[in-house]
Nanobody
């Protein structure tokens, strides 16, 4: 059974930073493209960032490029999202996703709230 468990969310002030983590199990993590997606209140699911199997290549939605960094540790089956210069519009539930933008294999999510 595929399991993806996110952690690291919370309340942060605008301009602050957070690092999200995701531990994966139930599949061969090192051979899977992985992504982060988010859903803001009242909005649809938005793909945010993705990383190739070996971690050499990353992609980002325009709104977070330069502020967020996705990374992975295949030895630990872990996926990360470092988020800097956070803005109120980054407020959302963030999901660890196996696959790319069209995948529906994701965890339960972790809430990130950016507010003063």
């Amino acid at each position: 059974e595929v399991q993806l468990v996110e952690s690291g969310g919370g309340l942060v002030q605008p301009g602050g930073s957070l690092t999200l983590s995701c531990v994966a199990s139930g599949f061969v993590f090192s051979t899977s493209y992985m992504s982060w997606a988010r859903q803001a209140p009242g909005k649809g699911l938005e793909w945010v960032a993705g990383i190739t199997r070996g971690g050499a290549d990353t992609s980002y939605v325009d709104s977070v490029r330069g502020r967020f960094t996705v990374s992975r540790d295949n030895a630990k089956n872990m996926l990360y999202l470092q988020m800097n210069s956070l803005k109120p519009e980054d407020t959302a539930v963030y999901y660890c996703t196996r696959g790319g933008a069209g995948s529906d294999v994701r965890g339960q999510g972790t809430q990130v709230t950016v507010s003063s």
